[in-house]
């Protein structure tokens, strides 16, 4: 390989790197949106709105009494509906409805309906158990015959002389 070989392979490299640091930005919660812990005990969240128009916008408010005000009307705010993204509490409340999404809600309807992963995974681990499993059988069988052969291979060499 020439030098200019090894500079265009290692430009492409560069390239792959990038993309996939790229591709690995995770989501944060703008700065000035997050509430730390002496706002939290005084029942602020972070309220993520989730707009007609599927927007998201970002607001500090603060719970009264189980509810929050937002846009002039008094939304829901139970403990059920509050939820934590790296210790900060967070709201997603859709704009057009009073009521915030609930993951109890969301976890019994996916229950009910039949589309939770619960049973998928221990069937999904048994199946790969089971495969693991044929797997190694077939391997101990290769690795006698590879040792007899080797054994052979020697024998055969002290035989004739070694050389």
Do not use: C
């Not at 509906?81 to 993951?103: A, D, G, M, R």
């Amino acid at each position: 390989m020439t030098i200019r070989e090894d500079m265009d392979a290692m430009k492409e490299t560069i390239k792959k790197l990038e993309e996939q640091k790229e591709a690995k930005k995770k989501f944060k919660i703008p700065f000035f949106k997050r509430v730390n812990t002496a706002k939290a005990k005084q029942n602020y969240v972070t309220l993520i709105k989730i707009n007609e128009n599927s927007h998201l916008s970002f607001k500090t408010v603060q719970i009264e009494d189980q509810t929050l005000i937002e846009d002039g009307v008094p939304r829901l705010a139970g403990a059920g509906y509050v939820l934590y993204y790296k210790k900060n509490p967070v709201i997603l409340l859709p704009n057009w409805s009073v009521e915030p999404i609930s993951t109890k809600e969301h976890y019994e309807r996916s229950l009910s309906d039949g589309s939770n992963t619960v049973g998928y995974k221990l069937l999904l681990a048994k199946m790969k158990s089971s495969a693991i499993e044929n797997k190694v059988k077939m391997g101990g069988m290769i690795k006698w015959i590879l040792g007899i052969g080797l054994l052979a291979i020697i024998g055969f060499a002290f035989m004739t002389g070694g050389g």
